[in-house]
């Protein structure tokens, strides 16, 4: 899998059987621990797709699932406009 590297957002997964995209979502949620405000930046692992999910400027969204012949699921969210390299949100 790879990013599209276009003019938007985008979180992607993969996956196998009856995967939804609201539990992907609910998934990329867990990352919040790992973003730190202060400094804004990931302090451990992973936090682009959470990030993303909270970007205060984003006003267009959309999600897409494919389930293949073999079983294997994919879901892709685009977010327009996509992070910057500022605080996602103003606390």
Known sequence: MEHSNGPYGENLVEGYG????????????????????????????????YTQIVWRDSVHLGCARVKCHNNWVFIICSYSPPVISERPYIM
């Open 18 to 49: 009856e995967m939804k995209a609201s539990d992907v979502v609910k998934f990329w949620l867990t990352e919040k621990p790992n973003y730190d405000y202060n400094s804004k930046s990931c302090v451990k692992d992973e936090c682009d797709h």
